[in-house]
C-alpha cells in the first residue's frame, strides 16, 4: 500500500481483556517500529523487528505485551489481561532502509481500557 | 543513551511572524535528526531529516531546520507562520552509524504549535 496502515483505528477494551493491534507497514520495508503515545506526550518505543526479527523489545512495559512479525511483513501488537494503564495510541512504523531512513507512521490505534 | 529535549511545551505566534521551535538532543557518535508534525487523531507526519552536510536543511510546508553541532540543537523553523501550521512538533534522533544494527529514533515529547490569526 501507499502507506503505513493500522487496525484497529479504536478499540475500547474491558479490563482483562486481550486485544490484538495490526501493522502493515510499507511494502518491502525492513524495519518496523512500535511506540506508545499517551495523552500529551511524545512517543514511547515498545519495540523493534529488522525483517521477522525482534531485535529489541526493551521497551515493552511488561510480559502484558506481546509482539510479533512473522513474515517479515505485517506485525501484531498483542497486549493481554489489559489494565486501565494500558490506554493509548499504539503507533507503528516502518522505515526502508537500516541506515539513512526515516521512519513513517501509521495513523495509530487509540485504546481505551474501561 | 540517547535522548532529546523539546524545553516548550507550547509556543504561540502570530500569523506571518517567524516561528521556532526548539530541540536539543544527545546521542553517541554522529546523529541522525528527524522532525514529525502530528495534527489531531492522526499519525506523525515526516518534516525533514538531518544526517550530513549542509547545517540548515529544507523540508515540507516551508519548514527548515538549523544543525548546531557545538550546542547539541536542531531548531525548528519557518520565516512567515501560517494558521495551518498549528500542529504538535516532534523532534527525534538516532545515531547514524548504530552498534548491534540498533536503529531506533528516541522521541521528545513535543512541542504545541499555535499560530493565532
Known amino acids: 500500500g501507499a502507506g503505513v496502515s493500522q487496525s484497529p483505528r479504536y478499540k475500547v477494551a474491558k479490563r482483562g481483556q486481550d486485544v490484538a493491534l495490526r501493522c502493515d507497514p510499507i511494502?518491502?520495508?525492513?524495519?518496523l517500529f512500535w511506540y506508545q503515545q499517551a495523552l500529551g506526550q511524545g512517543p514511547e518505543f515498545l519495540t523493534y523487528?529488522?525483517?521477522?526479527?525482534?531485535?529489541?523489545k526493551s521497551g515493552l512495559p511488561s510480559d502484558r505485551f506481546f509482539a510479533e512479525r512473522p513474515e517479515g511483513s505485517v506485525s501484531t501488537l498483542k497486549i493481554q489481561r489489559t489494565q486501565q494503564e494500558d490506554s493509548a495510541v499504539y503507533l507503528c512504523?516502518?522505515?526502508?532502509?537500516?541506515?539513512?531512513?526515516?521512519?513513517?507512521f501509521g495513523q495509530g490505534t487509540r485504546l481505551t481500557v474501561v | 543513551a540517547q535522548s532529546v529535549a523539546q524545553p516548550e511545551d507550547q509556543v504561540n505566534v502570530a500569523e506571518g511572524n517567524p516561528l521556532t521551535v526548539k530541540c536539543t538532543y544527545s546521542?553517541?557518535?554522529?546523529?541522525?535528526l528527524f522532525w514529525y508534525v502530528q495534527y489531531p487523531n492522526r499519525g506523525l507526519q515526516f518534516l525533514l531529516k538531518?544526517?550530513?552536510?549542509?547545517?540548515l536543511v529544507k523540508g515540507s510546508y516551508g519548514f527548515e531546520a538549523e544543525f548546531n553541532k557545538s550546542q547539541t540543537s536542531f531548531h525548528l523553523k519557518k520565516p512567515s507562520a501560517l494558521v495551518s501550521d498549528s500542529a504538535l512538533y516532534f523532534c527525534?534522533?538516532?545515531?547514524?552509524?548504530?552498534?548491534?544494527?540498533?536503529?531506533?529514533?528516541?522521541f521528545g515529547r513535543g512541542t504545541s504549535l499555535i499560530v493565532h490569526p
Open positions: 512504523a516502518s522505515s526502508g532502509g537500516l541506515r539513512d531512513t526515516e521512519a513513517f
Open positions: 511494502s518491502g520495508h525492513v524495519s
Open positions: 523487528f529488522q525483517n521477522e526479527a525482534q531485535l529489541d
Open positions: 546521542v553517541s557518535g554522529n546523529p541522525y
Open positions: 538531518y544526517i550530513t552536510g549542509d547545517n
Open positions: 527525534a534522533v538516532r545515531p547514524l552509524f548504530a552498534s548491534g544494527g540498533s536503529y531506533i529514533p528516541t
